[in-house]
């Protein structure tokens, strides 16, 4: 059985593709995770969450990612693909363009990272230390890639995002210093979602869609909200056909890749 986790959405509630749409209230033992909808997108069944709320009022640092995960989880999903907007620290990844990523950089400081809290029982046996040298699924980044260049939808194949706190953006120098330390692309969501996708054991890939240039760029207007949500409404349309194709793509290729 496939049955796909989306996390981001907007774009997604249309009914055109989103078939038999129903919200579902659900509870965890972290909380009321971010709002829930479940239906099919091409005949797969799959669990969209908008991971800011429906209206976007919950903020980056309020996300509660581990009700997200474990709902996800208790939804019997198979696969997790997130979305998100970012700021390009490279100047060869512009406005518009999709990067694929691969490995990320937590620069976050009040969020819960993990699911393992304690280590009930003590001692070495019990202890929860996750490897993690590649966050990212190789096999859904593969799909990711696969189904983009069938689109002809121009994207980067790797990337590094560092995700911050927010919900303010980044100084210059903080900027600059993001990309010495290899950054491609900063955001505020990826990270400890992508932890916790890792513990609860369920394959996690994201699609990262550049809207600005942060703040190093000196030939650049500063980043904006209002900036961020103008490229987001222009490209949409493409990073929701690249997610409904990817979502068949695995469905199809379930037994080879996965």
Not at 73 to 93: M, V
Not at 183 to 202: F, K, Q, R, T
Request: aromatic share 6%; net charge negative.
């Amino acid at each position: 059985m496939v049955k796909i986790g989306i996390i981001g959405g907007s774009g997604l509630d249309n009914p055109d593709i989103l078939e038999d749409a129903k919200e579902i209230e659900v509870d965890t033992p972290y909380g009321k995770p971010s709002s829930l909808k479940t239906g099919k997108i091409k005949g797969v069944d799959v669990v969209l969450i908008a991971r800011h709320g429906r209206g976007h009022e919950i903020t980056p640092t309020k996300v509660n990612n581990r009700a997200n995960i474990h709902a996800l989880k208790e939804q019997e999903c198979t696969h997790i693909l997130a979305t998100t907007a970012c700021g390009s620290l490279r100047k060869e990844i512009d406005r518009g363009h999709l990067v694929v990523l691969d490995q990320f950089i937590d620069f976050t400081r009040h969020r819960p990272i993990t699911f393992h809290d304690t280590f009930p029982g003590g001692g070495g046996e019990n202890a929860k230390h996750t490897a993690m040298p590649e966050p990212f699924s190789d096999d859904l980044r593969k799909a990711f890639i696969e189904t983009a260049k069938e689109l002809g939808i121009k994207h980067h194949e790797k990337g590094t995002v560092i995700t911050i706190e927010g919900p303010r953006f980044s100084t210059k120098a903080e900027s600059n210093m993001f990309r010495v330390w290899g950054a491609d692309v900063i955001n505020m969501s990826v990270a400890p979602e992508c932890v916790l996708a890792n513990e609860a054991g369920i394959p996690y890939a994201a699609v990262a869609m550049a809207t600005d240039y942060d703040s190093w760029a000196e030939e650049e207007e500063s980043v904006t909200w209002e900036e961020i949500l103008g490229i987001f409404k222009q490209n949409v349309e493409k990073v929701t056909e690249l997610l409904t194709n990817t979502i068949t793509k695995i469905k199809l290729k379930k037994k080879i890749l996965f």
